[in-house]
């Protein structure tokens, strides 16, 4: 479904990927692991198009098309969905305007007909119920006020609302506490389906125990460095980044944050 | 065309029509005198920094326009209107019930006494000084319009005032409202500024009102002449004890558009409401400069701005607060926030605060931005296009404004406006 070939990247004249090589068929979970600046969140901000981002060389390809040459909003309504670090808030478009005008915009590519405010606010109520989020959430602003946990879950509402071909959640269990964490795999695992495929960007191990990946790799310095089943993650868990010669001046300090905060 | 001279054209100063009552003949005849030597704006008048380079009157504009033959298009909006055609109150094109406690005449309608009466209160709310054009309306308005509300009357739907510019020729138009609200007196004004034909026309527009004890008055302002229109508008108001003025100002830009809006609290409790919303594009050019002055202790008022300015546009936004030594316990909030849709639009913003009481409550903010890269990319990621998205950020910076417009019929007029300048905003993104 995915094919990613010796794809390179750069921010402000800094590369940051430097020739990743990645496929991923559909149905298949993988997760992507490593310490705090070797890329795993430009790879995703790279996928969804963020033109912050450029692309100095390499190919991506998603069902035999060219990603690349796709603004960001085809990418979506092709099935690209970036589930964010940091969603943003945007104080005067409500979240169900948001969401409906996203909704509308994939069923109009798809040839299908608008749906209705009933309609939709139908779907929406059910899916809000999905992911612990009261629905007056649906009046408020994009985000706006939301607490971390909240926007995460909000997050995964898009996605369930979007059924996207490919999710990408990078770093989707920072900030959560362990009954958010819960609610979001939950969600997540709800998107499992043959016909999906789910990239999932992560520090820490103890998402994958949520969310089981099929393949995990580690990125270090902008490339792929090893690749395996679910137990690679789990032997980082056990020796850290070290083991793969990796430096991670952070691992210590944020899995400090990490436990405190659990 | 010739540049305007450095002091206002002779031209300017020959006022239209005689069927005025005396009193009101003699005010017009003795503001004339007074502004023989009035300079026009330079960039060095205070007021006028960043709009004189946009006013550009010529003689051929000097003349008053005919209002004779004109329909206008004010019986096209249901409910309550008055047809105000190149700056003349039009009977036949207006409706308006026949009451008791609201009287709504014509200046040329009223007894000599009355117009006595009014012609000592016209003025009253501006500063001339400050307000240098409300003095020329004074000096050339052809006919004017004097609404006044009884203790206690209520008007039970709005009153559309629809001031159209007829620019079949080049011209002016000199529309005059003077509101007498009595005591708890209640009433909606709209005032929807249009215009039909493409020669240079000039409007110089005043509406006044006075606000007795307990009256509550909206009004709500369109400003939507056509390109050829430059247009200098002022409201001025003052407010008795525990009055309440609400103003809803929308401004589309043109090839020069000021308004000057002046609200004086005199009375303990009084409260007001400025909402302002402009927009501008292509060359555009809009000049909001508003003053509130808390004269009386205890009064209320709250200012919120937004300007956004697409292309080669110019915004500018002056907001004065001054609260005199005996205004205690004033509570003033100004918000101006400006957004930049291109790196070629000009927003010149300037809050002015003057505060002479110990025991107030006073805040101003202002900020200009662009919209933000990351909520565009955000709304992108999830399928909606790159030209909705900034539709949705560029509303999202006026729907709360435009919201609490309260009547619905002028919020859809607004809308589709805005629909129209987004078409073009946006048009290349």
């Known amino acids: ?262 | 065309m010739k540049p305007a001279p450095s002091l206002l054209s002779s031209a300017f100063l020959q006022p239209a029509g005689q069927a005025l009552p005396a009193p009101l003949l003699a005010l017009r005849k003795q503001r004339g005198a007074a502004l023989v030597d009035m300079p026009m704006p330079t960039r060095k008048t205070e007021n006028w920094k960043y709009s004189s380079k946009y006013l550009k009157l010529t003689d051929e504009m000097a003349t008053s326009l005919p209002t004779a033959g004109k329909t206008g298009s004010a019986l096209a909006v249901p409910g309550y209107k008055v047809a105000f055609i190149n700056g003349v109150m039009v009977p036949e094109a207006s409706e308006y019930p026949d009451l008791n406690d609201i009287l709504i005449q014509r200046f040329s309608d009223l007894s000599d006494a009355e117009a006595s009466e009014l012609a000592e209160r016209l003025d009253s709310t501006l500063d001339a000084k400050a307000v240098q054009f409300a003095g020329l309306n004074t000096a050339r308005f052809e006919d004017g319009l004097v609404i006044r509300l009884k203790p206690d009357a209520v008007l039970d739907q709005p009153l559309f005032i629809i001031h159209e510019v007829t620019a079949d020729a080049s011209g002016s138009a000199f529309p005059r409202i003077f509101v007498e609200a009595g005591r708890n007196s209640q009433i909606t004004l709209v005032e929807e500024f249009i215009s039909s034909g493409q020669e240079a026309v000039f409007v110089n527009s005043v509406t006044e009102f006075t606000l007795a004890e307990g009256a509550n008055v909206t009004n709500i302002r369109l400003s939507m002449g056509g390109e050829n229109v430059q247009h200098i508008g002022a409201t001025g108001v003052t407010q008795q004890r525990s009055s309440r003025f609400e103003s809803h100002c929308v401004g589309f830009g043109g090839p020069l558009r000021r308004h000057d809006l002046r609200v004086r609290l005199e009375g303990k409790g009084a409260e007001c409401k400025l909402n302002g919303v402009v927009v501008t594009q292509g060359t555009q050019h809009y000049d909001n400069h508003t003053t509130i002055e808390h004269v009386a202790p205890n009064c209320d008022s709250e200012e919120t701005y937004r300007n956004i300015a697409a292309d080669k546009s110019h915004a500018v936004f002056n907001g004065r607060i001054h609260i005199h030594p005996d205004a205690q316990k004033s509570n003033a909030n100004m918000s101006n926030k400006n957004l930049l849709l291109s790196t070629g639009a000009e927003i010149d913003t300037k809050p002015e605060l003057e505060i002479y009481a110990d025991d107030v409550k006073c805040a101003h903010g202002a900020t200009i931005g662009q919209l933000d890269k990351e909520s565009l990319f955000y709304l992108v990621s999830r399928g909606i296009g790159i030209r909705e998205a900034n539709v949705l950020l560029t509303m999202a910076f006026i729907n709360e404004l435009v919201a609490q417009i309260p009547v619905d019929a002028v919020k859809d007029t607004v809308q589709i406006r805005l629909n129209q300048f987004f078409d073009q905003a946006f048009q290349e993104v």
């Open chain 1, 1 to 262: 479904m995915l094919s990613i070939k010796n794809l390179h990247a750069s921010v402000e004249g800094k590369e940051i990927l430097k020739g990743i090589n990645l496929e991923i068929k559909a149905g298949e979970v993988h997760a992507i692991m490593g310490p705090n600046g070797s890329g795993k969140s430009t790879l995703a901000q790279v996928l969804a198009g963020n033109d912050a981002f450029e692309v100095t060389s390499g190919s991506v390809t998603m069902h035999g098309e060219d990603l690349l040459e796709k603004a960001t909003e085809e990418r979506a309504r092709d099935g690209v969905f970036l589930a964010f670090q940091y969603p943003v808030e945007i104080p005067g478009v409500s979240n169900l305007q948001f969401m409906r005008t996203s909704v509308n915009a994939m069923r109009h590519h798809r040839g299908e007909s608008e749906m209705n405010a009933a309609e939709f606010m139908k779907l929406a109520r059910e899916i809000s119920k999905q992911v612990d989020l009261d629905p007056a959430f649906l009046k408020r602003g994009v985000n706006e006020g939301f607490s971390g946990g909240e926007k995460k879950r909000n997050e995964i509402m898009q996605a369930l609302m979007l059924q996207p071909k490919l999710a990408i959640l990078d770093e989707t269990d920072s900030g959560l506490d362990i009954d958010a964490l819960k609610v979001v795999s939950d969600g997540v695992n709800a998107l499992r389906a043959e016909d999906r495929a789910i990239l999932m960007v992560t520090h820490y191990q103890r998402l994958l125990d949520h969310i089981v990946p099929d393949f995990v790799h580690v990125l270090a310095e902008g490339k792929i460095v090893k690749s395996g089943g679910r137990e690679l993650a789990l032997e980082l868990e056990e020796r850290g980044y070290a083991w793969l010669g990796i430096k991670d001046d952070e691992t210590a300090a944020s899995s400090a944050l990490s436990n405190s905060a659990n």
